[in-house]
């Protein structure tokens, strides 16, 4: 009886904990973002075009959720927590220099490592090889967390240096439509000038003697050259607009 007893203890915690963890997959399950067909399928050009697709979600209000940790967005530690809430040792100051942190836990690095091989020359099973292993592995926790921190900043630098690369390339777009223009320009001038001579306006006496025939002057190639310059002018500025 207290053997069957056993197995029915032994029975109930296995079904026991195969319910936990089929209870963990499905909070995994509903945890995970859905695939993203699902979403860009309802965006296709036709949608957008007609004006079916859905808007986009509302900005966040509150706390989140995101694979299972709960986010504050004013809560500037809420994404990076600091190590003392992870139960690790911070090696630094909160208020202290980053870089001057970073410069000396790298110089702990060299200086624990050698350690680590000095006993491993000497005294291979001593319980010192695995404290400095796990001094090691305390610096690069450190090392990195300190990384994260600038994390901001390195943000900030990337989209300073893609504004600068779309810049230049704006710039040399500029320029390069420029040239095309005095190239353009060149080439109207010098087919203007090689027009026919127009005829002239006709005399006052002329005038009297005949019947009029149009009543406009004819423009000389000044007046056709401009007029081209300025419906030319008129595109690129339109051009340029779209572009800058």
Known sequence: VHGNNCMITVHDI??????????????????MAPPPKIFY???TNEAVRNGTAPPPPPPIQGEYSCFGIIHDPNDSNSIMKPLREHGI??????????????????ASF??????????????????????????LELLFINFHDLINKFRPHQALETLIQMLKVQKEQKLTLVEQINSKIESVRASLHTA????PPL?????KMEMEDSKPVCSSIP?????????LMDELDCSVDATLAKIT
């Open 89 to 106: 040792t911070q090696l630094y100051q909160d208020a202290s220099d980053n870089i001057q942190e970073l410069k000396k836990i790298n």
């Open 41 to 43: 399928s309802k965006y």
């Open 219 to 227: 423009d000389t190639p000044d007046i056709i050259f401009q007029n």
């Open 110 to 135: 060299l200086v624990n490592f050698l350690d680590l091989l000095d006993v491993l020359i000497n005294c291979p099973s001593s319980s010192l090889r695995i404290k400095k292993i796990e001094d």
């Open 199 to 203: 005829l002239t306006a006709p005399t």
């Open 192 to 195: 203007v000038n090689s027009l």
């Open 14 to 31: 296995q079904a026991k904990m195969m319910a936990k963890e089929k209870e963990n997959e499905e909070k995994i399950v509903h945890l």
